[in-house]
């Protein structure tokens, strides 16, 4: 049985992402991998959670080498990265202010908030952001639309990427054919951020409609 066929008799995947990434893996090696990941941070429905343990199975099964696997993951990490900051400086603050006055419930406020708090934390956030599902890929953005210097958000997206994907790329490898006992642990820690941010989300929206006047909209 090939690594690709033995990958895919073990997993439930419906959307057959776990296929597509082996089917990366196999064709290109630990590029392969790399540009799995690069994907996975323009597209956030693509789990790192899956692609990561995989490529350390993928590893442990000599398909690749370890180092290269973790190198080309952390490219990939920092090649997406780059390539969302550059959407975020695109966009720029005008722009996603005169996106946000033709927003119900969002006011000129809020953005200016969020602005202040980035310039505070803005570092911490891209490093720690790194390590958070979903976020970690979103974080980039703001960091481009405050156009964060390009050399301090290339080097706290690379260290942080590069524990994120050493501890699911080892894990991964040492598991071995039960690499998906990772992505099964990893889902729940997934789902409580993602609930979390949608009970924020719904907090906001109710004070806000409890209080319209609150943050006024200014010209």
Partial sequence: MTLSSA????????G???????????ALGAPGAGAAIALENLFPPLPSEVILPLAGFTAAQGKMGLWAALLW?????VVGALA?????AALGRERLIALAVRLPL????DIEKTERWFLRHGAKAVFLG??????????????GV??????VFTVLTTVGSAIWNTLFVLAGYRLGEDWERVTEAVGLYSKAVIGFAALAVLAFLAVRVARPGSGRRRA
């Fill in 130 to 143: 790194r390590m958070i599902p979903v976020f970690r890929s979103l974080i980039s953005v703001p960091a």
């Fill in 16 to 26: 057959g992402i776990t296929g597509w990434a082996t089917g990366l893996m196999e």
């Fill in 73 to 77: 993951t952390t490219l990939g990490s």
């Fill in 7 to 14: 990958s895919l008799a073990q997993t439930s995947d419906p």
């Fill in 84 to 88: 969302l900051y550059g959407v975020g």
């Fill in 106 to 109: 969002v006011k000129v406020k």
């Fill in 146 to 151: 405050e156009r964060m210097s390009v050399p």
